[in-house]
């Protein structure tokens, strides 16, 4: 596949990705004082440019080579997998649900290396599952520690201890965005450096360009999912979006040390409703938890069905 359609899915990924992880990871600060939507938004750009550019690109690698073959078909299927994604993504954040792109694009890889008649690395998918389903559930667990941890802090210094907080949980929650979630955007343009005969490398002008489309895609999807990430899961106190915040960093840097890709999204959203389990079960608002899991459970099988179709139809059209 040339090139400059590997480029072109590659940017409207970003844009899907800075509307569906963008929202979802700013929203639950927005109620908290310390960090302004334009500081929260500054700050993970710059650490999804600034992680694989200055520290590594293990997740993105891992998810270019070890899924699908990386060769000029191999770089089809990625391609397919990638606009199945985005596909389903989107029609979901049309509705203000966020789901795991790390499924999205996990489902879409494997669906369009099967529709092309490729050797899938089943392995390597059945690993990244594992680990994406255990993210909410670690989540969960640590943010329920946390909210215990916060009662015993209370005192004249509190809520300023809650700023504080804020801010240097923000900042690990985006370190481990950029050192994990945030890496699915660069395997697209890796994969156009390959075929263009760079090899695994990325020019400059790649970074620039994945920080503005993904600053694009987080302004338009912030509203509708500040609805249900934000304060949708339960009513949202500072102490459990600081304990989310903590424990999602925390869930998501220990997958990005194995350069698994799990998924950020799916992580802050266990650590909100393990803060609010932690309150009271009836604080937890379950129809809104319900759709988000219902999201969850369709993103991969329709990411897989929809590339597996258009990777058959693309090696029909090619052969």
């Avoid at 941890?149 to 950029?178: E, M, P």
Wanted: aromatic share 6%; proline share 3%.
């Amino acid at each position: 596949m040339a090139p400059e359609v590997l480029i072109a899915v590659a940017i409207a990924f970003a844009i899907v990705t800075g509307a569906n992880d963008g929202g979802a990871l700013i929203a639950p600060g927005l109620r908290v004082p310390g960090l302004s939507v334009t500081i929260s938004l500054l700050m993970l750009t710059a650490a999804l440019v600034a992680y694989p550019l200055l520290i590594s690109t293990a997740v993105a690698r891992t998810m270019l080579s070890s899924i699908v073959p990386a060769d000029p078909d191999g770089a089809t299927a990625l391609a397919v997998g990638f606009l199945a994604a985005v596909s389903v993504v989107t029609a979901l954040a049309w509705f203000g649900l966020p789901t795991s792109l790390t499924l999205a694009v996990i489902g879409g890889i494997a669906g369009g290396g099967i529709g092309a008649g490729l050797a899938v690395g089943w392995s390597t998918v059945l690993r990244v599952l594992g680990i994406g389903l255990a993210a909410p559930v670690v989540g969960m667990l640590l943010a329920l520690l946390g909210a215990w941890v916060w009662r015993s802090l209370r005192g004249g210094t509190y809520l300023s201890t809650v700023r504080r907080a804020h801010i240097a949980a923000f900042a690990a929650q985006c370190a481990a965005y950029g050192a994990n979630d945030g890496q699915k955007i660069l395997v697209l343009f890796f994969a156009a450096s390959v075929a263009g005969g760079h090899g695994v490398s990325l020019a400059w002008w790649v970074y620039l360009v994945v920080a503005v489309a993904f600053v694009v895609g987080a302004l338009l999807g912030l509203p509708k999912v500040a609805r249900t990430v934000g304060n949708g899961i339960l009513s949202t106190r500072a102490t459990h979006t600081v304990t989310a915040e903590f424990s999602a960093a925390a869930a998501v840097l220990g997958s990005a040390a194995v350069g698994t890709p799990v998924s950020m999204t799916q992580s802050i959203a266990g650590g909100l409703l393990g803060a609010g389990v932690h309150d009271s079960i009836r604080r937890v608002r379950w129809r809104v938890v319900r759709n988000l899991g219902m999201a969850w459970v369709v993103t991969l099988p329709a990411s897989f069905g929809l590339a597996a179709l258009a990777g058959l139809a693309v090696a029909a059209l090619t052969s």
